[in-house]
């Protein structure tokens, strides 16, 4: 594999190591002609500050080496932080959960490898070997709003920042916050600058949380002061929450040279998520009430009053007059039984429809049958073609004359003893 060789010792901080196939990772430096990449939104548990010192037939080799060293070293680490007592697994499954190498610090040498290395672990695939749950619970989304005041000009995505590009490699894997970071690209500069930042109209700001799928606004600020050209600089950080812009916390950092200033702004910006996290905790990040999403007034809608029954409906539209249903129960020892007795009802004068609603094949069906008149006078239409009925009203039971009753009882015999 070939790795670019680094002839002096690199403080690359800020350079990410990508993931490739199996765990085997790239180093890459932060190049300045290279566009914003975009924020590292990945949920992977991270541990660093890890010590390697290791040797090898060639410089490549020492490093590979180095960085197999920091993954064992690391999941020993995290084990034990997670309270999974820092068992070891083989180096293949650690292949499998790696998803990153961060390079603190390295210094390579012709076949020695001395470096501090930070190791990023696949949350879902460790979290389920060590027993912990594969996701966090975390904060409501929170629109990211870097400010950078330096020079005195306060600049969020109107220009490239060395503050925006620092909360784009900022990891929140460990984070109870849930970022929110915008890459600076399309319609954000114009949505997110600094003048948008003391406007706390709520309606506005609603609009533009909706179109990031945030719930409220975080604004970490930056004052770079810088003593003199190349000499020391200093930064004055602010955690600001909310349209009002209040103040969580506020400290300061400085580095001794130009040279520093990334670091200087990656060191702010865990600090301001640790102040965030600890605002999360005590309650101080509640999403104001203004800013929560209102639906527009729904539309009364009127709707006609519709029969309960959908036979009625069907022969009032025939006819053009309402007619009246009736249910007739009849007893269908078979399926051409169901067939014979509506055809039969549908031969009698003004009935419209007969349709069996409810069918019990050797039991008793029921019948719906749209009639036009008086209920009495279909019992009698019914009668006169042979039919018994039973019942008045709208529900009557029929059977031909001389049909045996469903489930009647003989009759005793005449001849019969009574014990």
Not at 6 to 32: F, H, K, W
Not at 232 to 254: C, Q, T, W, Y
Not at 269 to 291: C, F, H, I, P, W
Request: zero cysteines; aromatic letters at 6%; hydrophobic letters at 40%.
């Amino acid at each position: 594999m070939f790795v670019r060789r680094l002839s002096r010792p690199s403080y690359l901080a800020l350079g990410l190591a990508l993931v490739a196939t199996g765990g085997v990772v790239i180093a890459q430096a932060n190049a300045p002609e290279q566009p914003m990449t975009a924020a590292d939104g990945s949920g992977s548990f991270e541990v660093s500050g890890v010590d390697v010192d290791v040797t090898g037939k060639t410089a490549d080799a020492a490093r590979y080496a180095g960085w197999k060293v920091a993954q064992r070293k690391g999941w020993v680490m995290l084990s034990q932080r997670l309270g999974g007592g820092g068992g070891m697994v083989s180096d293949g499954t650690l292949d499998a959960m790696v998803s990153g190498i961060v390079i603190e610090n390295e210094q390579i040498g012709p076949n020695r490898y001395v470096a501090r290395l930070g190791v990023l672990f696949s949350r879902a695939r460790a979290g389920g070997l060590l027993g912990v749950a594969g996701q966090a619970t975390r904060s409501p989304p929170m629109l990211v709003v870097p400010l950078q005041w330096s020079g005195g000009t306060g600049q969020v995505f109107e220009q490239k920042t060395k503050w925006q590009e620092a909360w784009g490699r900022y990891r929140t894997g460990n984070s109870s916050v849930d970022y929110v970071r915008p890459a600076g690209t399309g319609p954000d500069a114009m949505l997110l600058n600094a003048g948008q930042i003391g406007r706390p109209g709520r309606g506005w700001w609603r609009t533009i949380l909706d179109q990031y799928g945030a719930s409220d606004i975080l604004v970490p600020v930056v004052r770079l002061y810088r003593q003199w050209p190349g000499g020391p600089v200093v930064g004055v950080f602010e955690a600001r929450h909310g349209p009002d812009n209040h103040m969580i916390a506020k400290f300061s950092l400085r580095v001794g040279s130009s040279d520093g200033v990334d670091a200087l702004l990656d060191a702010g910006v865990k600090r301001l998520d640790e102040a965030y996290q600890s605002a999360l905790s005590s309650g101080m990040l509640n999403t104001d009430s203004g800013l929560v999403y209102v639906p527009p007034p729904a539309v009364p809608v009127v709707i006609d009053d519709i029969p309960e029954d959908p036979t009625a409906v069907a022969t009032t539209a025939a006819g053009g007059t309402e007619a009246t249903v009736i249910s007739i129960q009849f007893e269908t020892p078979g399926a051409s039984a169901v067939s014979a007795t509506e055809a039969a009802l549908r031969a009698v004068p003004g009935v419209r429809s007969a349709l069996t609603s409810s069918l019990a094949l050797g039991g008793v069906s029921v019948m719906r049958v749209g009639f036009d008149g008086d209920p009495a006078a279909l019992s009698a239409a019914l009668a006169a073609r042979g039919w018994q009925v039973q019942g008045d009203g709208t529900t009557l039971r029929i059977r031909r004359t001389g049909q045996p009753s469903q489930g009647a009882t003989p009759a005793a015999a005449d001849n019969a003893t009574s014990g």
